[in-house]
């Protein structure tokens, strides 16, 4: 099959790897569909993380299931699945908790000899638990795109919602207009937030994030955006934050929009964050989230998403093929994209 | 009156003060009847932290309303009331949303020109909003004395269990064997918690948290001590974890015995903390807490000890009247009492 490896630095390139085959019961083995490009691939792309040459990349992915394990009940060949950017055996105690990125036999596409999405074909282990189905044909290709999202950026959007503790009326604010950050923006407007507000410097993404439920946008930075929620939230703060960039500045930010009793809900890597802790015990300001259990979340999205309430997928705005997947990259990297869709195969 | 202030580090001494009036319509002056020591007073104690020489201590008190401002509508000369450790306005956003800590114009005790809870007479601001009145009368010595638990270290045991998100049939770690540990083991047991794993080396506090609902002891220390509550836990670990230290060590341990989704509630003032924030990110592990809201706390909790329900006020093992404040102050230094109570006046 042919699938996109790192090669170096700002070097991305198409190779024969060998076809998958299944290994253990519990496996399917799928053909890829729908793929994209993750902000968290800039990172290895930009040689800011280290990466083997010839190793594959990618971990969202729509595809449809070519064959399964002895032990698969609940998929058949044919099926069109999403996967989700990690897999989980679905039986472990972190799995039962809804913890699906903490599997304790679970692991990631792309590590430890696993395929990657950006590809013509993948291992899926534990297909059952992993793989979500999606049921009925002949959805539009808009309604494909939101579904594709759901493998990763509107489910972490969303797990930063729920770790922020959004509730129906809330006050809320997201820092960081990324694709994930526009998939917070959706999620709290989903959940009911009454206003929420989008800190966002680029006017294209100001309007999706007002399409997505954008009450309010803040374009300054630092200091500058604190005192223009302060000012919007006349002194008091966000009811509930989302941090979706990772970012010492990014992160400061966020705690100090957040008012006292607040959670602030981050699923940006940290990198290089200090955490203001003498702040946040004196004004109460939490923080939880992490690495998206998107597994989880996949049933009731997808629900809202084939009723139409929402359409995530307005994320991608460029695509191309996999022999683009070069440029598919590019595109994110000197941020002409918000996220590339890569169309690998067809239905 | 006679008050205890700060002399220098490792002398607490009784001066005259002068008699607290009203100054503002809202104000009430109470006449203390029941006060302690607390082990935050132990940082300026021990010279830890800056405290000025012939500055007011203590915060944390039972009194008598000997007087009100003419806008104090729901209190009266001769009630009987518990003042939580901070003052605040009840009206505030903060205050509204229950973070009565933040509250816009309160403060504390002792500080800003305030009166300390160790002397005989307190000016109260915002008094309607800021004492709780104590229903009925000649209530045990016994009662008296977990009532005046709920000034701070019951209600802070209370916020961390609140915010570690704590439920009914949870299995709950604590760690931290000081009064506000023990309080929290007692707050955890409360709410439901159906296991509650107590992190402490001394016999006598064991006993102490057994009765007030611990299942399980963990005598050891840092790793040995994770080691233990995983292996108590299947390998799991807590579904909730309260930390009640603020030391480094005593953080890491909360965070590592934390199950992937979990929260620590941590009310220990941090230490030369380094949150894990790697760790807890890919474990999805989050921290709540801070200064707690006790005064929001006091009503329920209130309505437990005088039904009988709950009796924190055994964490008092040491008591003294003002004139042997230095000792109370002393026992907890060397650490022969878990908490000092101090009568100051007769109802």
């Given at each position: 099959m042919r699938a996109a490896v790192f090669a170096e630095p700002g070097k991305i390139e198409i190779v024969d790897r060998p076809d998958p085959q299944i290994v253990n019961p519990t496996d399917a083995v799928v053909r890829v569909v729908l793929a994209c490009v993750c902000g968290s691939d800039m990172w290895f792309y930009r040689g800011q993380t280290p990466y083997e040459a010839g190793r594959p990349v990618g971990h969202e992915f729509i595809a449809v299931v070519e064959d399964t394990g002895a032990e698969v009940r609940a998929l058949h060949k044919g099926d069109v699945v999403i996967a989700p950017f990690a897999y989980s055996d679905g039986t472990c105690p972190h799995c039962r908790a809804g913890i699906t990125t903490a599997c304790l036999h679970g692991g990631f596409w792309a590590y430890g000899g696993m395929d990657g999405g950006q590809g013509e074909a993948v291992r899926v282990p534990f297909a059952d638990a992993t793989l979500v189905r999606?049921?009925?044909?002949?959805?539009?290709?808009?309604?494909?795109?939101?579904?594709?999202?759901?493998?990763?950026?509107?489910?972490?959007?969303?797990?930063?919602?729920?770790?922020?503790?959004?509730?129906?009326?809330?006050?809320?604010?997201?820092?960081?207009?990324g694709a994930v950050g526009l998939s917070g923006v959706l999620a709290a407007a989903r959940i009911g937030a009454d206003r929420v507000i989008a800190l966002s410097r680029h006017e294209d993404r100001q309007r999706l994030a007002r399409d997505f439920g954008a009450?309010?946008?803040?374009?300054?930075?630092?200091?500058?955006?604190?005192?223009?929620?302060?000012?919007?939230?006349?002194?008091?703060?966000?009811?509930?934050?989302?941090?979706?960039?990772?970012?010492?500045?990014?992160?400061?930010?966020?705690?100090?929009?957040?008012r006292p009793g607040a959670m602030v809900g981050y699923v940006g890597v940290p990198h290089g964050v200090e955490v203001p802790l003498q702040s946040m015990f004196f004004r109460n300001v939490g923080m939880h989230g992490g690495s998206a259990p998107v597994r989880t979340y996949i049933p009731e999205l997808m629900e809202d998403v084939l009723a139409g309430r929402i359409d995530p997928g307005r994320v991608f705005d460029f695509e191309t093929d996999l022999d683009g997947i070069q440029e598919a990259y590019a595109a994110m990297d000197e941020r002409r994209a918000i996220k590339s869709l890569v169309r690998v195969g067809t239905l």
């Open positions: 999606i049921p009925g044909s002949g959805h539009s290709d808009e309604m494909m795109r939101s579904l594709l999202s759901l493998s990763d950026v509107m489910g972490t959007g969303h797990h930063a919602a729920v770790s922020a503790g959004v509730k129906a009326g809330a006050t809320v604010a997201v820092v960081g207009d009450t309010d946008i803040v374009a300054e930075r630092g200091e500058e955006a604190t005192a223009a929620v302060m000012d919007l939230t006349a002194g008091v703060g966000a009811d509930a934050v989302l941090e979706c960039v990772g970012t010492d500045q990014s992160m400061q930010t966020a705690f100090a929009i957040a």
